[in-house]
């Protein structure tokens, strides 16, 4: 059973610019959560992905945008850097079932900086 | 909304001694759940572990417990025994509902070094 992945480690762009992170899910998970991680603060829920809808979003403009493909692998779409946007960002999968809490399995992050 | 406060922004503890970390809680729901997750310096969350509001015994998982006082909204982490291999970020974070989606709200963190 493979983990979640993340692709790539680290991405260095600058203001203006447009960036795509790939998280692919743990075998059998069928939900895709994505968090960003400002430094020294903990993460923040973006968005989350189920049977490749968008089934719910934190407090973060539309330029944060996203898509969950039919192997729930996923994608985090964000447009026009801004410097904030700077931060480690997580994903996590889940198996999503009726009932229940849905255990959250991170992945080892990418690390975004906007110059 | 629920909120996780963590007042602790590192500690210092040698190696083979016990530790707390400090986490209270703010949320209307009656039925909830609390977690405990370790953030080495790679930057991958690792899930340590889980107290249900509803749970009457607090949870152990190895060297790990938690000290979850519910009157006091407090869910603190033990760690017995710490490790050099324990020195990380350590995260506490509540379940919460949003628009169908069960998302995790974390705290700021608690940085534990392990002196040798």
């Known amino acids: 059973e493979t983990g979640v992945t993340q692709s790539p480690t680290h991405l260095i762009k600058t203001r203006g610019q447009q960036v795509t992170l790939r998280c692919s899910s743990q075998?059998?998970?069928?939900?895709v959560s994505w968090y960003q991680q400002a430094l020294g603060q903990g993460p923040q829920f973006i968005f989350q992905?189920?049977?490749?809808?968008?089934?719910g979003r934190g407090n973060f403009p539309p330029r944060f945008s996203g898509l969950q493909f039919p192997n729930y692998s996923s994608e985090l779409n964000v447009n026009a850097l801004e410097l904030d946007d700077s931060a480690l960002y997580l994903c996590?999968?889940?198996?999503?079932?009726?009932?229940?809490?849905?255990?959250?399995?991170f992945g080892p992050g990418t690390r975004l900086t906007v110059l | 909304a629920q909120k996780i406060t963590q007042t602790q922004p590192g500690m210092f503890v040698q190696e083979k001694e016990a530790v707390t970390l400090d986490c209270t809680y703010d949320?209307?729901?009656?039925?909830?759940?609390l977690f405990w997750y370790k953030q080495p310096s790679s930057g991958e969350m690792i899930f340590l572990i889980y107290?249900?509001?509803?749970?009457?015994q607090n949870a152990t998982e190895g060297r790990y417990s938690l000290n979850f006082q519910k009157a006091r909204k407090s869910a603190n982490l033990v760690i017995s025994a710490s490790q050099l291999g324990d020195s990380a970020m350590y995260f506490c974070?509540?379940?919460?509902?949003?628009?169908?989606?069960?998302?995790?709200?974390f705290g700021q963190g608690t940085r534990l070094t392990i002196n040798p």
């Open positions: 107290q249900g509001s509803y749970d009457e």
């Open positions: 974070a509540m379940r919460e509902i949003l628009q169908g989606a069960q998302k995790l709200v």
């Open positions: 949320t209307s729901d009656q039925s909830y759940g």
């Open positions: 996590a999968s889940s198996l999503s079932l009726a009932g229940g809490y849905n255990e959250q399995f």
């Open positions: 075998s059998g998970h069928n939900t």
């Open positions: 992905y189920y049977r490749e809808e968008e089934n």
